[in-house]
Structure formats: structure tokens, C-alpha cells
């Protein structure tokens, strides 16, 4: 059963709570143990990855075991076994029994591979050696104003999901995951039930869509992304029971958009590119919009000052990995007036993604 998510406005004041208590217990550690810890952070990344990816999550998932009992049925070092369970209670992925044996936690119940939520994937995909060495490049790319993709690994991000089939495997999944994840506060604050045809442009493997249409039982969608993500979209499109009120096209969204929604959908695809690219993506819908159609974008919006948000940590994943950004509410207004939209409102929600809505205005 899923969770009951609370209003945006108590959820906001319980992170606001969060990061005061988090900067009150910063400010009683000395600034050198405080720097030791921030940069050190990398070792979680790791030891959760090796964790997950070695599976002690789904080894621990019948109850409390002993380190060696897990290294035999997973072909582990015991000795090993026992310092990557011992380091990973540092943050909360597993406890220590008195007797020595490790549990899971709520944490590392969500890395188990058979639960629903499972973060496995997205946990999968930030540790994987591939993501780790692009975002090595950070220094490079923040010297240059490039992406660190290239450097890292000889092609674009794009070409390399289409020449490394195993890490396309593990990106497209955390990217399904991470979708789901935002649906449950994206639904608890839009109707999409009032539109007839909705367009997800740029929306993978449909994921996004076939939840909206779920949501919406009486509308038909329509699902624009690269040829080589359709097979995948009418697989799962159909596993969810909505094939047969959808349509995939396959194109570019810089060339065409379908020209027959009533809500077109851009769920973070703006923010792989730079102003001038996320605005002939913009462009292209607004060309192919009708002027009573509905453009609803869900991204990050960057709050002022230091707001804590994850959205100032993904610019920078933006930057590294595609050369894009994440943006300030002023930015997508901007943005969006200057490729003929007019904002209609920005919704907030309980997760990092906000709402923004805009319909056709004055074409510039």
C-alpha cells in the first residue's frame, strides 16, 4: 500500500526543520572533521553500490544473518562481507544485532531487488564506474563550461547509451524508477483526468504515460521518443494495460511533435540542454500546439539563497553529463515567454520536481 503523502506545506516545513537541525550539528563540529566528512562522501556512494550490486540486501531479506552466512550463499569473503555490512550501518543500510548478526533497515529494504520502491536501479546507476568517471571530469567541466561525457568516455552521452548496451540497461531503468517515484506527488497535486489525448514528448519508455493514462481512463495518449526506445514502450505500455489507448511515434523532438494533444508532457527533458536548445525544443511544441492545448513541464525548480534542494545538486549532474541545467522559477518564466507561452502557475510538490504550466501565448 502506498504511503499517504502529506501536504506540500508541512512537508516543506518538516525539510526546513531538516536542514536547520543538519547546519545546528555542523556548526558543533570542528570545520576539518565537518570538510573530512563532506568529502568523504563518495565512500557511501560506493559501499551502497557494492552492497546492492553484490545483493546482501536481498541475502538479509529473511531475517537477521550472520556475515559469514551471507558471504557462503553469495560466494563473498567473510572477512570482507562483514566490513561492507559494518561500514554500511554508518548510514543507516543495515544494523548490527548484539549477537553480531546484520538486519535490514528501511533503508536497505528499498535495495532489495523484489520490493515495490525498490531503488536498486537508480542505486545501480550512481555507482556504476561509467557515472562515477564522468562526474571525475566535474573540475574540468566547471573550468571549461562543458561536458565532462566526452572526456570521460569518447561520445556523448546519447551515443553511449546506444554503443553500451549494459550501462542503457542500467540508466533507462533508474530513469523508470526515478519516474515512478515523482508520480505519487505529481498526482497529488494535478488532475490529469480532464484531458482527451495526452502527449508525452521525449517520455522513454512510457513509463511516465502509462501512469497518467491510469490516471486518466478516458484519455488516449500519445508517446514521442527515439526509435530504438519503442519496443521497450510497447512492452511496457502493455504490461500496464494501456497499449490500446496509445499511439508511439518515433522522431525528434526538435524536428515535430505530434499536433493533436490537448496536454503535451515535458518531464525532465528540458533540463538536458542549454537555453538555446531547451528552447527549440519549446519551439518545436509550441509550433505544433493547439492554441487551447496545455504545456505541463515537470522539473526541478531552483529555490533562492541556500535553500537546501537536490535540484542544486543535479545542475550539476546537468552540467557534467549533457551540458544542461537545472532553473530558477524566473528562468523557466523566461524561457518560456520567450518561445511564445504564457506560465500559468508553478505547483511545488512533496518531491524535487515541481509543476509548471503554461498554455500558447504571443508567438515571439
Known amino acids: 500500500m502506498m504511503n499517504r503523502l502529506p501536504p506540500v506545506r508541512i512537508a516543506r516545513a518538516a525539510f526546513s526543520v531538516r536542514a536547520a537541525v543538519q547546519k545546528a550539528a555542523s556548526r558543533m563540529v570542528p570545520?576539518?572533521?565537518?570538510?573530512?566528512?563532506?568529502?568523504?562522501?563518495?565512500?557511501?556512494?560506493?559501499a551502497i553500490y557494492a552492497a546492492t550490486r553484490l545483493g546482501l540486501p536481498d541475502a538479509l531479506a529473511g531475517g537477521p544473518r550472520a556475515p559469514?552466512?551471507?558471504?557462503?550463499?553469495?560466494?563473498?569473503?567473510?572477512d570482507a562481507t562483514h566490513r561492507l555490512l559494518r561500514a554500511c550501518t554508518t548510514w543507516g543500510v543495515f544494523r548490527e544485532e548484539p549477537d553480531g548478526r546484520f538486519t535490514l533497515t528501511p533503508l536497505a529494504e528499498r535495495l532489495r531487488s523484489d520490493v515495490p520502491g525498490s531503488m536498486r536501479d537508480v542505486v545501480l546507476?550512481?555507482?556504476?564506474?561509467?557515472?562515477?568517471?564522468?562526474?571525475?571530469?566535474?573540475?574540468?567541466?566547471?573550468?571549461?563550461?562543458?561536458?565532462?561525457v566526452e572526456r570521460a568516455v569518447g561520445r556523448t552521452m546519447w551515443d553511449h547509451l546506444d554503443h553500451d548496451p549494459e550501462f542503457d540497461a542500467v540508466f533507462n531503468a533508474a530513469m523508470?524508477?526515478?519516474?515512478?517515484?515523482?508520480?505519487?506527488?505529481?498526482?497529488?497535486?494535478?488532475?490529469?483526468?480532464?484531458?482527451?489525448?495526452?502527449?508525452?514528448v521525449g517520455g522513454g519508455h512510457g513509463?511516465?504515460?502509462?501512469?497518467?493514462?491510469?490516471?486518466a481512463p478516458s484519455a488516449e495518449g500519445v508517446l514521442l521518443d527515439r526509435a530504438p526506445m519503442a519496443d521497450g514502450a510497447r512492452r511496457l505500455l502493455g504490461e500496464a494495460g494501456v497499449?490500446?489507448?496509445?499511439?508511439?511515434?518515433?522522431?525528434?523532438?526538435?524536428?515535430?511533435?505530434?499536433d493533436d494533444g490537448d496536454l503535451y508532457v515535458l518531464r525532465r527533458v528540458l533540463h538536458d540542454y542549454d537555453d538555446d536548445r531547451a528552447a527549440a525544443v519549446l519551439s518545436t511544441v509550441r509550433r505544433h500546439m493547439r492554441e487551447r492545448a496545455t504545456l505541463l513541464i515537470v522539473e526541478g525548480v531552483v529555490p533562492p539563497g541556500n535553500t537546501p534542494h537536490f535540484a542544486k545538486?543535479?545542475?550539476?549532474?546537468?552540467l557534467v553529463f549533457v551540458g544542461g541545467r537545472e532553473r530558477t522559477e524566473e528562468q523557466?518564466?523566461?524561457?518560456?515567454?520567450?518561445?511564445?507561452?504564457?506560465?500559468?502557475r508553478v505547483i511545488p510538490t512533496v518531491s524535487p520536481v515541481s509543476l509548471v504550466e503554461a498554455v500558447p501565448g504571443r508567438l515571439p
Not at 313 to 318: G, R
Open 243 to 258: 497499449l490500446d489507448r496509445c499511439r508511439i511515434e518515433s522522431g525528434s523532438y526538435f524536428d515535430a511533435v505530434p
Open 125 to 148: 546507476m550512481l555507482g556504476d564506474p561509467t557515472y562515477q568517471r564522468v562526474w571525475g571530469e566535474l573540475a574540468e567541466s566547471v573550468r571549461t563550461g562543458t561536458p565532462g
Open 68 to 78: 559469514d552466512d551471507v558471504a557462503a550463499r553469495l560466494g563473498l569473503d567473510a
Open 313 to 318: 545538486a543535479l545542475d550539476l549532474d546537468m
Open 207 to 215: 513509463g511516465l504515460l502509462a501512469l497518467m493514462l491510469t490516471a
Open 176 to 200: 523508470a524508477r526515478l519516474s515512478a517515484q515523482d508520480w505519487p506527488a505529481v498526482d497529488a497535486v494535478y488532475d490529469f483526468s480532464r484531458f482527451c489525448r495526452i502527449v508525452d
Open 31 to 46: 570545520a576539518d572533521v565537518g570538510l573530512l566528512e563532506l568529502a568523504s562522501g563518495f565512500i557511501a556512494t560506493q
Open 332 to 344: 523557466w518564466r523566461t524561457l518560456l515567454a520567450d518561445t511564445g507561452f504564457r506560465t500559468l
